[in-house]
């Protein structure tokens, strides 16, 4: 299993960024997707997940601003920020779960700054 991130980048404050991830197989094959972040002397955490049947998960920090959604045909998940603040500068992980398995994507990198 491969998850492929992209999209990250610099941003001002209040701006947008989305991240895509895209599994090497079919994305229904995994109980869920999501993305975990971590910044600088932080501990990695849960930022959003999407499960098989379509429920959402979100952290109280980015509900409202943070959108996650799919793409079955394209086998992505996507992240669409909004309203990014300073604080969620970070490195974004793709993350999946299969059966007790976890699988990672390579970090994508987000700053929030002016």
């Known amino acids: 299993v491969q998850l492929q991130a992209s999209g990250g980048g610099l941003v001002q404050p209040g701006g947008s960024l989305r991240l895509s991830c895209t599994a090497s197989g079919s994305i229904f094959s995994f109980d869920y997707m999501g993305w975990y972040r971590q910044a600088p002397r932080k501990q990695r955490e849960l930022v959003t997940s999407l499960t098989d049947l379509g429920f959402k998960n979100y952290a109280d920090s980015v509900k409202g601003r943070f959108t996650i959604s799919r793409d079955t045909a394209k086998n992505t998940v996507y992240l669409q920020m909004n309203s990014l603040k300073p604080e969620d500068t970070a490195v974004y992980f793709c993350?999946?779960?299969?059966?007790?398995?976890?699988?990672w994507g390579k970090g994508a990198q987000v700053t929030v700054s002016s």
């Open positions: 993350h999946a779960r299969r059966n007790a398995m976890n699988y």
